[in-house]
């Protein structure tokens, strides 16, 4: 039989970290896109030279396609949690998903309210097709029906650690870099800044979810950082010799190579420190530990 946390002595762990994370969500994690005014970018957005309309439109195409992806990528990592029995872990993850959503639904109206509508079709980043069409799906349903401590990793890895911590960042970067030094499209990045607090969470629950993990096993950090290193190898050069930017700054994608690599190298400091740590360690780790804003 079951047991249930609440009906069991140990009951919910207020202090760990999953449940802080849960507590952060309940408070900042109810921003609405609704309330975002979206008037001065539709006027800056017929202002844009077509070079630079292309070039956002490329940008946000593969972040609401991402969003969509990843809101139905989760749905497994949340069964599985619920399978290995971490309460906590579970109690944060619902809000998790919500949030996933939330993120989509504001590109769709960020898009409608601009006067974009119809197919997106700029998206012609093979490896972005790679990453959201196959390896980010299988390795989220491998979950389906093995939670091994592997499993747990590759997903955490790909999902976490490099779909939203280094490639989403890196993304974030652009929009900041582009349009904050041109003070244009404040609707865009006011719910750029809501996203990209509520990501930190993401971020942080990933890398929480490695590190105890590796606390358990120390074998599993070399194991996490070659799947990262995988990926960094593979799909992240790939993207950087398929994307063309420019438009607005024509440093941007020196710098957004640089960008990623400083996101990369943060990833890989902080799972190191969890290897001589040991587990309840780990799990009352504070929010700032693991990144979270
Ligand atoms: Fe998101
Ligand atoms: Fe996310």
């Known amino acids: 039989m079951r047991q249930l946390a609440s009906h069991s002595e140990k009951g919910i762990n207020r202090n760990s970290l999953p449940f802080k994370l849960y507590e952060k969500a309940k408070k900042f994690g109810t921003w609405d896109p609704r309330d975002i005014d979206f008037s001065q970018d539709k006027e800056d957005w017929e202002s844009l030279t077509y070079a630079q309309r292309e070039e956002l439109m490329q940008l946000i195409s593969q972040f609401y396609g991402a969003e969509e992806s990843v809101t139905i990528d989760i749905l497994p990592m949340i069964s599985a949690i619920s399978k290995v029995g971490y309460f906590e872990e579970e109690m944060y993850l619902t809000t998790f998903v919500f949030e996933e959503a939330k993120h989509?639904?504001?590109?769709?109206?960020?898009?409608?309210?601009?006067?974009?509508?119809?197919?997106l079709g700029h998206i012609p980043i093979p490896a972005w097709h790679k990453l959201f069409h196959q390896i980010l799906p299988e390795t989220m349903d491998r979950l389906n029906h093995d939670q091994s401590p592997h499993a747990l990793i590759d997903a955490a890895v790909t999902y976490n650690m490099f779909a939203e911590g280094v490639m989403a960042e890196t993304g974030y970067y652009y929009f900041y870099e582009c349009l904050k030094s041109i003070n244009k499209m404040p609707g865009l990045l006011e719910g750029i800044g809501n996203i990209k607090r509520d990501e930190s969470r993401h971020i942080g629950f990933g890398t929480f979810l490695i590190q105890r993990l590796i606390s358990e096993d120390p074998s599993l950090y070399d194991y996490a950082i070659e799947k990262l290193n995988h990926l960094m190898g593979t799909i992240r050069v790939e993207?950087?010799?398929?994307?063309?930017?420019?438009?607005?700054?024509?440093?941007?994608?020196?710098?957004?190579?640089?960008?990623?690599?400083?996101?990369?190298?943060?990833?890989?400091?902080?799972?190191?420190?969890?290897?001589?740590?040991?587990?309840?360690?780990?799990?009352?780790?504070?929010?700032?530990e693991v990144g979270v804003e």
Request: proline share 2%; no cysteine.
């Open 104 to 119: 989509a639904d504001f590109f769709s109206l960020f898009l409608e309210n601009i006067g974009v509508k119809g197919e």
């Open 239 to 288: 993207f950087g010799e398929q994307r063309k930017f420019g438009a607005f700054d024509p440093t941007i994608d020196e710098r957004l190579t640089q960008f990623g690599n400083k996101q990369y190298q943060a990833r890989v400091d902080v799972l190191a420190r969890a290897k001589n740590r040991k587990f309840e360690e780990i799990y009352n780790l504070s929010e700032k």
